[in-house]
Every structure is written in structure tokens, then in C-alpha cells.
């Protein structure tokens, strides 16, 4: 049985519209926001435009990002958060995890950083960095925390 010319573009633009829907759910990855929407990326330069130091990455959210972002909730207010490594191999020793909010008016990031060669048995959790980026509050900090201890390879 073959599909018509009319049935086939009607399915992919369906799918299409479906695939728009679930970035607009939280299905998007970090690397994805800042192109996706001008108002992530004016949100995202307020909060690394004064910082210090940041690798380009940070700077652009320009990195791998191999999980979706979820849809959390802090405090009443609801977030985007996720996960995003300069490269798939850097996330040992870096890593970023970003949180927006839906209305896109706030972005939070905690940057953490691990020393390379740090032996296997040494748990990267006691001699990580932590930086904090956006002016989290106590509960956005301690939100971006609980994104970390859910990597299985943090311990």
C-alpha cells in the first residue's frame, strides 16, 4: 500500500509540529535553547555577560548535550533543567547544569569542575568546584545539586 504525495507531506508536517510541541515540553537539549528562542539568549548573556573566565562553551551553551532537558519545579516556579559538557569526554571533568525558567525571564547554572587525572577511586564529588552562576538562591542551588547526583557516574 503507498501513500499518496497529500498523506505523506501531511504526516511529516504533523510530525513535524509534534517535534515543535515536545521542545516547547521540555524535550529540548541546552545546546538547543539559545538558537531555538531569542528571549533564552538575551536571558542566558544577563546572567555570563559580567562573569569572569567562562569557557566559550558556557558562554554559547554551545556544548554536548546528550540528555533532554526536564520540566522541574522549584519553590512554585517552574524550570527547564539540564546537563550540558563541553564535549561527551570533558564530562568527567566539566560540566554545566542550566536551568531556565518557563517564562524564560530567569536562567540559573551551576558550573562543575573536577581535576583531570583525578584517580578512579577518589570520589569526584569531594574534589569538585562548584560555581554558581544567575544568583541562585538556596533552593535553585540545592535543585541544580539534585540535577548532578542524578548522573550515575557521580558519586
Known sequence: MSLSLKTLAATLLLGAS???S???D???RANQLLSSD???RQTWQGVVHKEERLPEWVMNLSGDAQQQMNAVTEDGD???VGPLCETAQSCQN???IVAFSFDKKHAYAMLVEVPAGLPADKSPTRHA????LGKPDAGMQ???QEQLRKDPNWY
Open 129 to 132: 568546584n562548584y560555581r554558581f
Open 26 to 28: 521540555g524535550q529540548a
Open 22 to 24: 515536545a521542545a516547547n
Open 38 to 40: 531569542p528571549q533564552f
Open 78 to 80: 517552574q524550570y527547564l
Open 94 to 96: 566539566q560540566r554545566l
Open 18 to 20: 509534534a517535534l515543535a
Open 142 to 144: 540545592a535543585l541544580l
